[in-house]
């Protein structure tokens, strides 16, 4: 059964950082890409960031250049570094992975960020 272990949530101040990381277990298969999903309150879930087979890296518009995210091949995991936390980055996070030969989604419980004074 496949399983993301998300962690690393958390109440952060503005201009505050948060790393999170994913660990991916039970899989027995190609993945087409890996990454970090967002949804606040009232707003669809959009993407944040996610990896791709290849490396490629893909970013949501409004935090590129604050958002890194990077993979551990050797532990089957993947990581977000969040830096200069703003509060519209407040919502929940969700690690989610893609199948590559179904394109069938998998996401993790989802993890809370709140970036507050």
């Known amino acids: 059964q496949v399983q993301l272990g998300e962690s690393g949530g958390d109440l952060v101040q503005p201009g505050g950082s948060l790393r999170f990381s994913c660990a991916i277990a039970?899989?027995?298969?190609?993945?087409?890409?890996m990454g970090w999903y967002r949804q606040a309150p009232g707003k669809q879930r959009g993407l944040v960031a996610e990896?791709?087979?290849?490396?490629?890296?893909n970013y949501g518009s409004s935090v590129k250049g604050r958002f890194t995210i990077s993979r551990d091949n050797a532990k089957n995991a993947i990581h977000l570094q969040m830096d200069n936390l703003k509060p519209e980055d407040t919502a929940v996070y969700y690690c989610?992975?893609?199948?590559?030969?179904?394109?069938?989604?998998?996401w993790g419980q989802g993890t809370q960020v709140t970036v507050s004074s």
């Open positions: 989610h992975i893609q199948r590559e030969d179904t394109f069938f989604n998998y």
């Open positions: 039970g899989i027995h298969f190609e993945i087409r890409t």
């Open positions: 990896i791709l087979k290849s490396g490629t890296t």
